[in-house]
């Protein structure tokens, strides 16, 4: 079993409305990475969360970590047809500055003109 | 700076072939990673390097061999390539400490017929 779950797996919505895409563990995060990747290319790196209740934006999307650190969520406002692409959250999953994040399966974002 | 640099972009091999791919990066990170992308499973690590002359079994190590040439430099070599390795593979790098997201390169699409 995944030890990050994303849901959903795929959402198909129309321009203007607006989503969420949620990141689950059982375990503490201690730190909570959002990136974005488009068709055929690299991730992208969008925020980072490391403390409980933190909130991140950037232009129409908001990031939250939830207050037990097992829990995020990345919320567009409004989308528009370049955000569409996959969204995947990785996380640190233990406290020690170690260097290996795990990734959750990602999200495929369609937005409808 | 170019950040993340992968070689080749696409590659077909035949089972039984063997290739390297290449990953360099010019952020003076310490840690270096290589991970498989499959349809549904997000991100896998296969092998990663936390620093220069050190390496490290990720998830998915089964057929791969890794070299981190120096601190720039970390190869991903497929001794006998086989259909279950078409995937697309990917090279990060990070700074060490904690909280530093990972920097990705653009990816390597592998297919093995």
């Known amino acids: 079993s995944q030890e990050l779950e994303q849901s959903p797996q795929s959402l198909i919505v129309q321009e203007g409305k607006n989503l969420t895409i949620n990141c689950t563990s059982s375990k503490t995060l201690y730190g909570l990475y959002w990136y974005k990747q488009k068709y055929g290319e690299g991730l992208i790196f969008l925020m980072m969360l490391q403390k409980g209740g933190e909130e991140k934006s950037h232009e129409k999307i908001t990031a939250k970590l939830d207050e037990k650190k097992q829990q995020s969520s990345l919320h567009i406002t409004a989308s528009q047809p370049s955000h569409a692409g996959i969204y995947l959250c990785?996380?640190?999953?233990?406290?020690?500055?170690?260097?290996?994040?795990?990734f959750g399966e990602g999200t495929q974002l369609t937005v409808n003109p | 700076n170019a950040g993340v640099t992968q070689t080749p972009k696409f590659q077909v091999l035949k089972t039984g072939q063997s290739m390297t791919l290449q990953c360099a990066q010019d952020?003076?990170?310490?840690?270096m990673y290589w991970y498989r992308q499959d349809p549904g499973m997000g991100l896998r690590l296969i092998y990663y390097s936390a620093s220069e002359g050190t390496t490290d079994k990720g998830e998915v190590p089964n057929g791969y061999n890794v070299s981190r040439l120096n601190k720039r430099e970390f190869s991903l070599r497929l001794e006998s390539a086989a259909p279950s390795q078409t995937s697309v593979y990917f090279c990060a790098s990070r700074r060490t400490g904690k909280f530093y997201e990972q920097y990705f390169g653009p990816g390597t699409r592998l297919t093995v017929t």
């Open positions: 952020m003076n990170h310490n840690s």
């Open positions: 990785g996380a640190d999953m233990t406290e020690t500055s170690g260097s290996r994040l795990t």
